[in-house]
């Protein structure tokens, strides 16, 4: 029996927590007081990110299971980014970028967000005085392609909209 090359690995599975989210091994534990997230991502020469999930979302899982686990994706990752996850509907409490204290699912009305999964990168100097969703370089909704997930990050380790090219450049879109 030939079966050379037809093989293919099956996808990583991503541990889950408690709550029915994927939980990495790279993603930070934190209070979620968004400001001082990002001021020590950017102290230690990395960006912020914030993943909003929700629990039995079957494109949150592609992201985790199939585009995270890339290992291109996560060496940029684990190298140049602090991750902090969001709950769509969760009830912890958050301090947005603007200082206003609210639950996961108030910040993400506020911020807009209705799909799941929702990637939000922030610069190294946001805007004073704006929410994570107006202070944010990029915000995108859906799941990219390992390779445009490189490109994403690639863009965002590079200051993103500082580094010359837009987003969609970036991305190829």
């Not at 914030?50 to 940029?76: F, K, M, S, W």
Request: aromatic letters at 4%; charged letters at 25%; a negative charge.
């Amino acid at each position: 029996m030939l079966t050379l090359g037809l093989f293919q690995p099956a996808a990583a599975e991503v541990p889950m927590g408690d709550d029915g989210l994927h939980k990495p091994d790279w993603l930070k534990d934190s209070f979620k007081i968004l400001a001082e997230d990002n001021a020590e991502a950017v102290a230690a020469g990395r960006h912020l990110m914030l993943i909003v999930e929700q629990r039995g979302c079957i494109y949150c899982a592609q992201l985790h299971n199939e585009v995270l686990t890339d290992p291109r994706v996560e060496a940029l990752i684990r190298s140049d980014f602090d991750v902090i996850q969001i709950d769509l509907f969760g009830g912890t409490g958050i301090t947005d970028m603007d200082g206003e204290e609210l639950t996961e699912k108030r910040a993400a009305g506020k911020w807009g967000v209705t799909v799941t999964p929702t990637l939000m990168l922030l610069p190294r100097q946001p805007a004073e005085g704006a929410d994570a969703a107006r202070a944010a370089m990029a915000v995108l909704p859906g799941v990219l392609g390992p390779d445009q997930m490189v490109a994403l990050l690639e863009w965002a380790r590079a200051d993103g909209p500082d580094s010359g090219r837009s987003l969609a450049e970036a991305i190829g879109r």
